[in-house]
């Protein structure tokens, strides 16, 4: 293998290209690609302005892009919270329900259990899919044996799509994304939609708080560590929020006693009008055939249900140039979404000398005829410029965030951050790190901590659903 392969780099540097000992067309065509998803440090500062800019229209008007909604979270917890709650977790992925014992001193005690969501409960009626979620935590209940509980327990509802909250527990739907796309949801109350389901089954259950996985992360993480000021999901798309004064949100009406709130940025939306992402054909490709088509292009340049994608564009358009896989392709690479994001962290940490994992998952899964070691090698570039560039987009956010939070005076403060992108794409958080010390200096690294945090949704959903049964 090449040198500049087996490196363990962080970022791929342009000129390591000259290395590559394929064709020159080969040589080329992985250069014009390279330029095409480079982020350079002046780039990141632009997309770093238009963030915080985008940050501050959201906080002083409703209907922005950047949306950024009140939480009505508002107490920081204590760690010396008590009691026992339940909490659903309606990722894009998996419904994970949780009964949490909060012990007081930052202990507790969390008993789940995770169930598939049927890719039919994702586009079919909304009620069907709540009352999905009734009968799983049914099961649930079942299992754990929680016959005991003479009084309704008090439920967290993590629902991680956009909400536009009016109380703790009441909103409306503003949008899906994530592939779900529910009919009879837009424009109505997930919470109120739940718990009718819960009423028909009657089941004792009182939907406490509609949570989103952002603000639950954000929450759980700051039940043990007071420095926690952001939560951040890389998962299926990607979110965050943070601690925001009162003050700043401008477009606030109501009386409210607290200094600070939770803020729940909704970035996945940062950029749709598209000043500053370097969008390419394949990203607009993409984009074009997603249920979601011209929204959310920020999430779909760094979150896990898209890189992949992304990256099969990018596959077939070398294979139709005849410059992989002898020009030829297979029905599964054909198929949309069949190259995971999931392949794309299994070749990049493939680092066995005839790139032995990628060849099994380019020949074994997605059934290309044959593969050299130069394909291999080529497709291994490719996944690195996406997954680099996701890294260095998601330190852009952080980075807005920080600005606008002037974050780097004071001392440190940790992210609190959960989703497989993070915790499983190699070198992710040390890409983003070095992001951050391009556009704050090397000090930079001192100052903020990403710190994986698994238990956000069910812990924090609980935490929230805690507050607010207490009436904090
Ligand atoms: P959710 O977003 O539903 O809460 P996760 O945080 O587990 O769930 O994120 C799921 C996403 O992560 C999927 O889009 C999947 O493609 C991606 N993913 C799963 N495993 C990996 C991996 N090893 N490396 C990179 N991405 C992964
Ligand atoms: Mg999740």
Request: contains cysteine; hydrophobic residues 40%; aromatic residues 8%.
């Amino acid at each position: 293998m090449s040198a500049w392969l087996s490196r363990k780099v962080s970022s791929l540097n342009l000129q390591e290209l000259n290395e590559f000992d394929g064709s020159q067309e080969q040589k080329q065509a992985l250069k014009e690609l390279g330029k095409e998803f480079e982020i350079t440090t002046e780039k990141l500062r632009s997309i770093v302005k238009q963030f915080t800019f985008e940050m501050q229209k959201g906080l002083e008007r409703h209907g922005a892009k950047v949306a950024m909604i009140p939480s009505f979270v508002t107490g920081k917890p204590t760690g010396m919270e008590s009691g026992t709650y339940l909490a659903i977790d309606l990722g894009g992925t998996n419904l994970r329900v949780c009964k949490v014992d909060l012990l007081g001193n930052g202990k507790v005690e969390i008993q789940q259990q995770k169930y598939i969501v049927p890719e039919a409960m994702k586009t079919g009626e909304m009620r069907q899919l709540c009352d999905f979620i009734a009968d799983s935590v049914d099961m649930f209940l079942t299992e754990i044996d929680t016959d005991s509980y003479s009084e309704a327990l008090q439920l967290g509802f993590t629902f991680s799509f956009p909400v536009n909250l009016r109380t703790i527990n009441r909103g409306n739907l503003m949008q899906w994304t994530k592939g779900y796309c529910c009919t009879g949801a837009i424009g109505k109350d997930p919470g109120l939609m739940l718990q009718d389901s819960f009423r028909r089954k009657n089941m004792k259950v009182n939907v406490a708080a509609i949570v989103n996985d952002t603000v639950g992360t954000l929450m759980a993480h700051a039940y043990r560590d007071p420095t926690t000021f952001m939560g951040i999901i890389f998962g299926t798309g990607t979110n965050a929020a943070y601690f925001e004064k009162m003050d700043n949100i401008t477009k606030w009406e109501d009386d409210i006693t607290s200094e600070e709130m939770v803020v729940n940025m909704e970035w996945g939306a940062f950029d749709e009008e598209r000043r500053v992402l370097p969008m390419t054909i394949y990203d607009n490709r993409l984009d074009r055939e997603s249920i979601n088509p011209g929204t959310h292009i920020y999430e779909k340049m760094i979150s896990g249900m898209y890189l992949g994608e992304i990256v099969r564009n990018m596959t077939l358009g070398l294979v139709d140039r005849q410059l992989l896989f002898d020009g030829k392709s297979s029905p599964e690479m054909n198929k949309k979404w069949s190259f995971e994001t999931s392949h794309m962290s299994a070749i990049e940490i493939d680092t066995s000398s005839d790139l032995a994992d990628t060849q099994y998952v380019l020949e074994t899964v997605l059934g290309i005829p044959s593969t050299t070691l130069m394909d291999r090698e080529m497709v291994k570039t490719l996944c690195r410029l996406v997954g680099i560039r996701a890294a260095r987009l998601s330190a852009a956010g952080v980075a807005a965030v920080m600005t606008h939070c002037n974050l780097l005076p004071q001392d440190a403060c940790t992210a609190a951050v959960d989703g497989s992108v993070f915790e499983f794409y190699p070198h992710f958080s040390h890409n983003m790190m070095k992001a951050l010390k391009e556009l704050f200096g090397e000090e930079v690294e001192q100052k903020i901590k990403f710190s994986q945090s698994h238990d956000g949704s069910g812990l924090g959903a609980a935490v929230i659903a805690m507050q607010v049964s207490k009436g904090n």
